[in-house]
């Protein structure tokens, strides 16, 4: 008698899904973002361009119609102390384009929609920050050429060029978290121009443009003691540019504090900006 044999069963094959890391996510998620902020330049380049135009206006308004009328102790050619000064208030000047987009993106709700999407949360603003960070570089590029074209000039060996670079766009990598935290706190687009009145008295109180010493005692010492005092001054040490003697505690340091400032803020701003990004819904 035979018997019936059952047919083999094959073991069900499981597919196993493997989690993504979460640095190598939020890298991706970020870049993505990224990608979509350089698409709106292509499709928007002239809000592109007047940024770019903006600081090289203010550079040329600054050496010839009141670089005239400036004299740099030691017979220093103004242009040459102008133009570190100006590339560090450049640093804080484009918050305004990041608060601006940040808010504009929460008014259409599409910060919203991002935060229900299967992301990793905080790529949203590190994306807005990267794709700023760009725009920065290419500005300081075009920056330093029309500086170039009005007189000044680099006496300082590439590695301190390079060192007095890194230490601009360390301090804007810092102020567009700061744009971001203050973006994420005003909500709306029209509460934008009201925290934009803060960001000018911050850039001028300091050694960008003129020296401290001008300046009220109380004044002058809230100057010295100014992150843009700090990266002006460590600049032009950089750069070999002229500056004016100070012999405060905090000129006499303006490397160390060049970089101990924006590290500090960033330590601050960057964890408050995803607090208050992780709460816009609640």
Do not use: K
Not at 28 to 53: C, I
Not at 238 to 256: R, V
């Amino acid at each position: 008698m035979s018997s019936a044999t059952a047919p083999a069963t094959e073991p069900a094959t499981e597919t196993a899904i493997v989690p993504v890391p979460r640095a190598r996510r939020l890298v991706t998620d970020s870049a993505t973002m990224a990608r979509r902020g350089f698409a709106h330049w292509a499709r928007r380049p002239g809000q592109l361009l007047v940024g770019l135009a903006f600081p090289v206006m203010m550079l040329v308004m600054f050496t010839y119609f009141i670089g005239g009328g400036m004299a740099v102790a030691g017979g220093g050619d103004y242009a040459a102390f102008l133009v570190p000064g100006m590339l560090t208030m450049t640093m804080a000047f484009g918050l305004e384009g990041t608060m601006v987009a940040l808010t504009a993106d929460i008014d259409r709700g599409l910060l919203d929609r991002f935060r229900s999407m299967p992301i990793a949360p905080s790529s949203v603003l590190v994306g807005r920050s990267l794709l700023d960070m760009a725009e920065s570089a290419v500005g300081l590029l075009v920056l330093l050429g029309a500086g170039w074209l009005v007189g000044w000039r680099w006496n300082g060996t590439f590695a301190e060029g390079m060192a007095a670079v890194g230490l601009l766009l360390l301090l804007r990598f810092a102020m567009l978290w700061a744009g971001i935290l203050l973006a994420l706190v005003a909500g709306r687009t029209e509460m934008v121009q009201a925290v934009q009145m803060l960001i000018w008295p911050v850039v001028f109180c300091s050694n960008a443009i003129t020296s401290p010493s001008t300046m009220p005692g109380w004044l002058a010492a809230v100057a010295d003691w100014n992150p843009m005092s700090a990266t002006a001054g460590a600049v032009r040490e950089l750069f070999g540019n002229p500056g004016w003697p100070n012999d405060s505690w905090a000129a006499d340091h303006a490397l160390a504090l060049a970089v101990a400032w924006p590290l500090a803020l960033l330590a601050v701003l960057v964890p408050l900006a995803l607090t208050r990004f992780g709460r816009l819904s609640r």
